[in-house]
T-cell receptor, first 115, second 115 residues
Framework: ETGVTQSPTHLIKTRGQQVTLRCSSQ?????VSWYQQALGQGPQFIFQ???????GRGNFPPRFSGLQFPNYSSELNVNALELDDSALYLC??????????????FGDGTRLSIL | AQSVSQHNHHVILSEAASLELGCNYS??????LFWYVQYPGQHLQLLLK??????LVKGIKGFEAEFIKSKFSFNLRKPSVQWSDTAEYFC?????????????FGTGTRLTIIP
């Protein structure tokens, strides 16, 4: 089976710019979650999409937004980038959503650096 | 809101030593519990999970964890570690009352095994 794939692997941006990160979910999965992992920290939940609708959001400002497409792939958009946005962004997919008790499978992440 | 504490930030062991990594969470309701491992240069991988039933769960590569509800703990154990167990280990909680699969992670424990 094809695992979770994320693109790009690395990205360098400057403050104030906008960025779009992409994620292809594992085959058969309909739920995608996005996490931010700062250096030396555990992943922090940004939001989750289930069947193209947002299904929960963490403590992130509105300039973090997302989409899920009919094929269950997903995008994370961040506007007005700040230095603190420098982190590894992880995408995870799972089957079911809404308390289905299925584990999440993670991609390799996108390393975003803000100069 | 739920939170997860991993008290050991960096653990160094010799091969064949026994391992126990602590994980405590704060949430009064029903939870699903996970341990993920991140080997150097690789993505997060699921080691084991607890949803319900037997509180002693076995995972891959000889790892096991015990859910003690009264102590809000889910400690990871392995009787005899190998050099290949060198990795970062993350405990995570999903609180079931929120209707989504948001994972709350601890800050991680870096495990170094000395040959």
């Amino acid at each position: 089976e094809t695992g979770v794939t994320q693109s790009p692997t690395h990205l360098i941006k400057t403050r104030g710019q906008q960025v779009t990160l992409r994620c292809s979910s594992q085959s058969g999965h309909n739920t995608v979650s996005w996490y931010q992992q700062a250096l030396g920290q555990g992943p922090q939940f940004i939001f989750q999409y289930y069947r193209e609708e947002e299904n929960g959001r963490g403590n992130f400002p509105p300039r973090f937004s997302g989409l899920q497409f009919p094929n269950y792939s997903s995008e994370l958009n961040v506007n007005a980038l700040e230095l603190d946005d420098s982190a590894l962004y992880l995408c995870a997919s799972s089957l079911g959503g809404r308390g289905s008790n299925q584990p999440q499978h993670f991609g390799d992440g996108t390393r975003l650096s803000i100069l | 809101a739920q939170s997860v504490s991993q008290h050991n930030h960096h653990v160094i062991l010799s091969e064949a030593a026994s391992l126990e990594l602590g994980c405590n969470y704060s949430y009064g309701g029903t939870v699903n519990l996970f341990w993920y491992v991140q080997y150097p240069g690789q993505h997060l991988q699921l080691l084991l999970k607890y949803f319900s039933g037997d509180p002693l769960v076995k995972g891959i590569k000889g790892f096991e964890a015990e859910f003690i509800k009264s102590k809000f703990s889910f400690n990871l154990r392995k009787p005899s570690v190998q050099w290949s167990d060198t990795a970062e280990y993350f405990c995570a909680v999903n609180a079931l009352n929120f209707g989504n699969e948001k994972l709350t992670f601890g800050t991680g424990t870096r495990l170094t095994i000395i040959p």
